[in-house]
């Protein structure tokens, strides 16, 4: 599955809610002393699809060209490919970003750069299945599957 969504739109809340019990957690996040984080994330998602291990990865992934290594990555190893787009407005996710401390707060201008970025995931990029995933309140979420 693959993550799509601004910096405190509420990914990794989500993956421990809906996913933690059963799928490998790999995220840019939890390398934070690896200079290079995207040969050690390949790596991690290999690892796992090799062992047939259902893997989340959580980060922004902004770009079409950014997931199309991961979907790649994903069809190498059999995978189905799951896009999960987390939609929320950039003053939505500031406010949230907020309430947080420590390395979970990001620099407001993270949340900005990464909505100029933002590509909203397609069927056309090798999706099997794309879900919108909407935060409602702190810790629920409304799920709508994407038609094809």
């Not at 809610?17 to 995220?27: E, G, I, K, L, M």
């Not at 840019?28 to 699809?49: E, F, S, T």
């Not at 290594?69 to 994903?74: E, I, S």
């Not at 702190?138 to 599957?145: G, R």
Request: without cysteine.
């Amino acid at each position: 599955m693959i993550f799509v969504g601004l910096p405190a739109s509420g990914k990794s809340t989500f993956f421990q809610t809906h996913f933690a019990a059963t799928h490998r957690h790999v995220s840019k996040d939890l390398m934070p002393n690896v200079r290079n984080r995207d040969p050690r994330q390949r790596g991690l998602i290999a690892a796992a699809l090799t062992h047939r291990q259902s893997v989340v990865v959580d980060n922004v992934n902004a770009s079409a060209a950014e997931r199309a290594h991961l979907v790649a990555l994903g069809r190498a190893h059999g995978g189905r490919i799951i896009g999960y787009h987390f939609d929320a407005r950039v003053s939505e996710r500031l406010e949230r970003n907020t309430s947080r401390s420590g390395k979970q707060r990001v620099p407001d201008v993270a949340i900005y750069v990464a909505a100029k970025r933002l590509e909203v995931p397609t069927y056309a990029e090798g999706f099997d299945y794309l879900y919108r995933v909407r935060q409602v309140g702190q810790s629920d979420y409304e799920i709508t599957a994407l038609p094809t």
